[in-house]
């Protein structure tokens, strides 16, 4: 059993996502995910609308750190699907900086 739990472990500290957060701690952008059969889609929302989801996509979002989004589960209700769908989705993500970083231009000119 203890085996089991170190595997684990390692196992999940090679896929750890970094997840971008905004000021109000929302994502940056809209975005989906699909694992399986599972779609899960979600939006930025304004500081004071806490987490809006249900079942294990709630939970991954609280445990990465999101405090105001806007969630739904889309397909297949399956836990675990649905999970692995917001965990693609939160890989997804990216900031200004990094979009302005791949098309070679300065994060000023993103905004005009």
Do not use: W
């Not at 472990?9 to 905004?22: E, F, I, N, Q, Y």
């Not at 699909?34 to 930025?44: D, E, H, L, S, T």
């Not at 806007?70 to 990216?94: D, E, H, I, M």
């Amino acid at each position: 059993m203890v085996g089991a739990v170190r595997k684990g472990v390692a196992d999940g500290k090679k896929h750890l996502v970094t997840v971008p957060l905004t000021r109000a701690n929302s994502i940056p952008q809209p975005t989906v995910g699909i694992g399986g059969a599972a779609k899960v889609m979600m939006r930025p929302a304004a500081p004071g609308t806490g987490v809006i989801a249900g079942g294990a996509v709630r939970t991954v979002l609280e445990l990465s750190g999101i405090q105001n989004i806007l969630a739904k589960q889309l397909g297949s209700s399956n836990p675990l699907n649905n999970a692995r769908a917001t965990l693609n989705a939160l890989a997804g993500l990216r900031t200004l900086r990094d979009a302005a970083k791949e098309r070679g231009i300065p994060v000023e000119q993103l905004y005009g």
